[in-house]
């Protein structure tokens, strides 16, 4: 079992920045990527960015709609997955989900609110 405890939302102007955290605990050594995902209000699900663990190099993979804007990154010594959100736009308004794969299934966060309003 994989639990992961995200962090880092609120309500920003448009333009500004936030920074999304997720905490894995448990059985961490299974995981082999991680990623973000997020959901507006009356939509599907979206991936927004993932990081594998490839050892001494994590490689990253983006949405087009968020790429030059947000930066996935981890911290292994601190199990700890960031989302670096920059230049925020209204349409980036949703919850965003941790998620973190493993070879027997996916594990999800219960989720953070990001509103991008002025």
């Known amino acids: 079992q994989v639990q992961l405890v995200e962090s880092g939302g609120g309500l920003v102007q448009p333009g500004g920045s936030l920074r999304l955290s997720c905490a894995a605990s448990g059985s961490i050594f299974s995981i082999y990527a991680m990623g973000w995902y997020r959901q507006a209000p009356g939509k599907q699900r979206e991936l927004v960015a993932t990081i594998t663990n490839g050892g001494r190099t994590n490689y990253a993979n983006y949405a087009d709609a968020v790429k030059g804007r947000f930066t996935i990154s981890r911290d292994n010594a601190k199990n700890t997955v960031y989302l670096q959100m920059n230049s925020l736009k209204p349409e980036d308004t949703a919850v965003y989900y941790c998620?973190?794969?493993?070879?027997?299934?996916?594990?999800w966060g219960q989720g953070t609110q990001v509103t991008v309003s002025s």
């Open positions: 998620n973190a794969g493993t070879v027997v299934t996916n594990y």
